[in-house]
């Protein structure tokens, strides 16, 4: 299994509700990432977990808090989020940790956001 | 620290015809760098990368690029362009921390 997985496709929430994004690979890999990716722009990191704990969190606001259960997981809650969060929310890992320059990451479809 | 310049933000050409994306870096040390592709609404798919071995790489669906190191440039070409090759290109050097520097992206735009 080459492929890094996401649910849901799409979410549509409210400014009150609370949801999670989910990611999930098979590959082995020791390092998930979360990115945020507004339209027409490149992803930004949002959080990186190394083997299995939090790693760097590049200040992102606390309405997203980040979850890592185990080595193939990683889920993105998200509770009282603002219309501007509203983007495509990307996954990705790689086989090793953070540290080495040759750090291929392989990402996943992504998550269509949108805050109303 | 490194950084990422990719010289055109639109690069529209015929199908059949040459594709070449620029790309330029900065980097303090030998770097790793990759291009990645995204079509509408999808992820990120890698098309090649260079990590210090041959300074031709060739990736999939007929790309290749180049690493220059007195140039500092990583530039994406493939021979003839399909339909298929729109999408979004972003070329992406690797910090030694793991932490990936993306370009602004360029859009490749291919006309019958």
């Known amino acids: 299994d080459t492929e890094v997985t996401q649910t849901p496709k799409h979410l549509v929430m409210g400014m009150t509700n609370k949801k999670s994004l989910k990611c999930e690979q098979h590959?082995?890999?020791?390092?998930m990432y979360w990115y945020k990716q507004k339209a027409k722009k490149p992803p930004e990191l949002m959080f990186v977990?190394?083997?299995?704990?939090?790693?760097i969190n590049e200040s992102v606001p606390s309405r997203f808090s980040p979850e890592c259960p185990n080595s193939s997981l990683l889920n993105l809650h998200l509770h009282a989020l603002q219309p501007e969060d509203s983007a495509l929310y990307l996954c990705a890992s790689s086989q090793a940790g953070l540290a080495g320059g040759n750090n291929e990451q392989f990402f996943g479809p992504g998550t269509r956001l949108t805050v109303l | 620290a490194q950084s990422v310049t990719q010289l055109d933000s639109h690069v529209s050409v015929s199908e059949g015809t040459p594709v070449l994306l620029r790309c330029n870096y900065s980097?303090?040390?030998?770097?790793?760098l990759f291009w990645y592709v995204q079509h509408p609404n999808k992820g990120l798919q890698l098309l090649l990368k260079?990590?210090?071995?041959?300074?031709l790489v060739k990736g999939i669906n007929g790309f290749e690029a180049e690493f220059k190191k007195s140039e500092t440039s990583f530039h994406l070409t493939k021979p003839s362009a399909h339909m298929s090759d729109a999408a979004e290109y972003f070329c992406?050097?690797?910090?030694?921390?793991?932490?990936?520097?993306f370009g602004q992206g360029t859009t490749l735009q291919v006309k019958p």
């Open positions: 590959m082995g890999h020791r390092a």
């Open positions: 260079y990590t210090s071995a041959a300074t």
């Open positions: 977990y190394s083997y299995e704990k939090l790693s």
């Open positions: 992406v050097v690797s910090e030694y921390t793991g932490k990936l520097i």
């Open positions: 980097s303090s040390y030998s770097p790793s």
